[in-house]
């Protein structure tokens, strides 16, 4: 059975910094590029960032371009993001995406919120 399952999320302060990890189970994602997706109160789930198989090639939105990183650990079959000066605009719900060819699996996704 395919499986992301993200965590790491919760209430974190402005300015703050967390990482969130997704753990693949079922297939095995060094043959898939991946990517973190978000959805907050009200708005369209939109990409946060992707990286390649091999992790050499991430691309970034602009919106966190140079708040986050993407990683990958194909040995631990993890993907992880890390966001730093983290802004209320940052709360939403963060999904996990594997994804190659007609083949398209999503997390259910971790909570993050930005707030005093």
């Known amino acids: 059975q395919v499986q992301l399952v993200e965590s790491g999320g919760g209430l974190v302060q402005p300015g703050g910094s967390l990482r969130l990890s997704c753990a693949a189970s079922g297939f095995i994602i060094r043959n898939y590029a991946m990517a973190w997706h978000r959805q907050g109160p009200g708005k369209e789930r939109e990409l946060v960032a992707s990286i390649s198989t091999d992790g050499t090639s991430t691309n970034y939105a602009d919106s966190v371009k140079g708040r986050a990183t993407i990683s990958r650990d194909n040995a631990e079959n993890t993907i992880y993001l890390h966001l730093n000066s983290l802004k209320p605009e940052d709360t939403a719900v963060y999904y996990c995406?594997?994804?190659?060819?007609?083949?398209?699996?999503w997390g259910r996704g971790t909570q993050v919120t930005v707030s005093t």
């Open positions: 995406r594997g994804y190659v060819g007609n083949y398209n699996f």
